[in-house]
């Protein structure tokens, strides 16, 4: 129960951070998009690999990309759910804890190097989908696609209410992982962890690239799951 309590403040508080982000989109032209602070058309006149190279925010991911030779499969005809380098330095520092705590040395380090390539592309192919999935294909309910992981997962919009600041009620994106197929709604205060799902909201959605589509995950997604 008490795992269950810090679950939904989690998610209250992921859709509390949004919730102000979509506020200031709401204000916005249909077809444009809150990109870093600045107003963007979703349309990007680049590769989805090389758009990640004009932020500073994917330089670790496209190390990693780069690590697991993935450059191609990211330009593929895909929608990519790309985790930032904040997701990717909390990794590491999971990573690193439980090295020293398993070999009782604080001085050891785990770094990029120490990610196994097999396993960085099963995570990074976790956030791959075939074709490109815009906000335009979703909707309230539950859509089901399978990741280039071979995992499933749910992508879909979830509405936030708009304490009257706004006529509409924005609608963020969330990329959900399945855990033993979808949680039942009403979720039962006995519903194991295990099987919870995972949410992960997009902070910025709907860039188009030339050559797919591409969400950015919030800073504070658990990259790996």
């Not at 990007?44 to 758009?51: E, I, K, L, P, S």
Request: hydrophobic share 35%; proline share 4%; glycine share 4%.
């Amino acid at each position: 129960m008490e795992n269950y309590k810090k679950k939904n403040m989690k998610i209250k508080y992921i859709l509390f951070l949004a919730f102000v982000m979509a506020i200031a989109a709401t204000s916005c032209k249909k077809d444009k998009y809150i990109i870093g602070g600045s107003l963007h058309d979703p349309h990007v006149n680049m590769t989805t690999y090389d758009y990640l190279k004009t932020n500073r925010l994917f330089d670790t991911l496209l190390v990693l990309i780069d690590k697991a030779g993935m450059k191609d499969e990211i330009n593929g005809n895909v929608t990519f759910f790309a985790p930032t380098d904040y997701s990717i330095k909390a990794l590491l520092e999971r990573r690193e804890e439980k090295l020293q705590q398993d070999m009782n040395d604080e001085s050891l380090k785990y770094t990029l190097n120490d990610l196994p390539v097999q396993e960085l592309r099963d995570s990074l192919r976790s956030h791959l989908f075939n074709g490109k999935i815009t906000r335009e294909s979703l909707s309230l309910s539950n859509k089901l696609f399978t990741s280039k992981s071979n995992e499933p997962f749910s992508i879909r919009l979830i509405e936030v209410e708009s304490l009257d600041i706004v006529s509409t009620k924005p609608k963020l994106l969330f990329l959900v992982k399945l855990r033993n197929g979808l949680d039942p709604d009403p979720m039962p205060d006995n519903y194991p962890d295990e099987n919870k799902d995972q949410f992960a909201l997009a902070q910025t959605s709907n860039i188009q690239t030339t050559t797919g589509v591409l969400h950015v995950l919030h800073n504070i997604h658990r990259f790996y799951w």
